[in-house]
Nanobody, 126 residues
Framework: QVQLVESGGGLVQPGGSLRLSCTASGRTFSTNDMGWFRQAPGKDREFVAAISSSGRNTYYTYYTDSVKGRFTISRDNAKNTIYLQMNNLKPEDTAVYYC????????????????WGQGTQVTVSS
């Protein structure tokens, strides 16, 4: 079973940037579609972004509407890592961010499968 470790969160002012990382164990990482999710205090966990596996000619990505144009998901299969570059952060982006393997059919939100990591806290506040 793939184990996931998220990192890169922190406290940032509105308009600032952070890059989250998620490193996975397991030799099948490159064949998995992967995604980022977040959970704000008092709210359900929600989909943020997804990226396709390397089994196709190019990586496909998909974002929830609230982060389009601000967040970018990417992956480095040689490092078993996916990233979430977050720019122009807003207070409403404050949440614990998680990565996960996903079941996904572009262009729709992805469904998480497997286990979660511990998450990484992102706080956007002045």
């Amino acid at each position: 079973q793939v184990q996931l470790v998220e990192s890169g969160g922190g406290l940032v002012q509105p308009g600032g940037s952070l890059r989250l990382s998620c490193t996975a164990s397991g030799r099948t990482f490159s064949t998995n579609d992967m995604g980022w999710f977040r959970q704000a205090p008092g709210k359900d966990r929600e989909f943020v972004a997804a990226i396709s596996s390397s089994g196709r000619n190019t990586y496909y990505t998909y974002y929830t509407d609230s982060v389009k144009g601000r967040f970018t998901i990417s992956r480095d299969n040689a490092k078993n890592t996916i990233y979430l570059q977050m720019n122009n952060l807003k207070p409403e982006d404050t949440a614990v961010y998680y990565c996960a393997q996903v079941l996904w059919q572009n262009p729709r939100p992805a469904t998480p499968i497997g286990s979660w990591g511990q998450g990484t806290q992102v706080t956007v506040s002045s």
